[in-house]
């Protein structure tokens, strides 16, 4: 079994600029057999997705309107790292503007590419735990957010039951399962 080759970027035209990403009109070419083709990329800034978690071992979960499936979404705080922010200080903000907690010093979980077939970003999972209500919510302007404080294991369970749909949000999920597997006990 032959390794896949890696295709060489001939040429990149931005073709449609886009609110939260642009979409580039990228012609790439087989480095061997000569094959050609024009693919559409999205190019985003990375995202952060937090699993936090409270003092008394509660995680802090937000639902919201997903435009793209049209319904409600069980989701952990998270969103866009502004250019130049580290993303753990990204982090620590997403988590306090969506649910108004702080909490310990963040802590990587790893990250994952969002979707390598139409996007260049990555998505970085962090773990914020002892969170306590410290300040206000700030939501984004189309932003309306429920947030419910879960057990762990019903955070599994709503994770069981397709109410946790978002494939990010089941990555930063499983990350966490596997690095802090006590988080989950029962």
Same mark, same amino acid.
């Given at each position: !079994?032959?390794?896949? #080759?890696?295709?060489?970027?001939t040429q990149e035209n931005l073709h449609a600029p886009c609110v939260v990403f642009?979409?580039?009109?990228?012609?790439?070419?087989?480095?061997?057999?000569?094959?050609?083709?024009?693919?559409?990329?999205?190019?985003?800034?990375?995202?952060?997705?937090?699993?936090?978690?409270?003092?008394?071992?509660?995680?802090?979960?937000?639902?919201?309107?997903?435009?793209?499936?049209?319904?409600?979404?069980?989701?952990?705080?998270? @969103?866009?790292?502004?250019?130049?922010?580290?993303?753990?200080?990204?982090?620590?903000?997403?988590? *306090?503007?969506?649910? @108004?907690?702080?909490?310990?010093?963040?802590?990587?979980? @790893?990250?994952? *590419? #969002?979707?390598? #077939?139409?996007?260049?970003?990555?998505?970085?999972?962090?773990?914020?735990?002892?969170?306590?209500?410290?300040?206000?919510?700030?939501?984004?302007?189309?932003?309306?957010?429920? !947030?419910?404080?879960?057990?762990?294991?019903?955070?599994?369970?709503?994770?069981?039951?397709?109410? !946790?749909?978002?494939?990010?949000?089941?990555?930063?999920?499983?990350? #966490?399962?596997?690095?802090?597997?006590?988080?989950?006990?029962?």
């Amino acid at each position: !079994m032959s390794v896949p #080759a890696l295709w060489n970027l001939t040429q990149e035209n931005l073709h449609a600029p886009c609110v939260v990403f642009d979409v580039y009109k990228e012609h790439f070419k087989h480095p061997t057999d000569g094959r050609e083709g024009d693919f559409y990329v999205a190019h985003a800034p990375d995202w952060v997705t937090v699993v936090p978690v409270t003092r008394d071992g509660k995680i802090i979960l937000v639902r919201q309107f997903r435009f793209g499936i049209r319904r409600l979404s069980w989701e952990f705080p998270g @969103g866009v790292i502004d250019e130049g922010e580290d993303f753990l200080r990204a982090a620590a903000r997403e988590t *306090a503007e969506e649910t @108004g907690f702080t909490g310990d010093a963040p802590v990587p979980l @790893g990250s994952a *590419a #969002a979707n390598p #077939a139409i996007f260049n970003n990555r998505c970085r999972f962090v773990l914020i735990e002892n969170c306590v209500r410290t300040t206000e919510t700030h939501f984004d302007a189309n932003e309306e957010i429920e !947030m419910k404080l879960a057990t762990p294991q019903e955070t599994l369970d709503i994770a069981r039951r397709g109410e !946790m749909e978002h494939a990010l949000m089941l990555a930063a999920l499983a990350k #966490a399962v596997l690095l802090r597997p006590q988080l989950f006990a029962r």
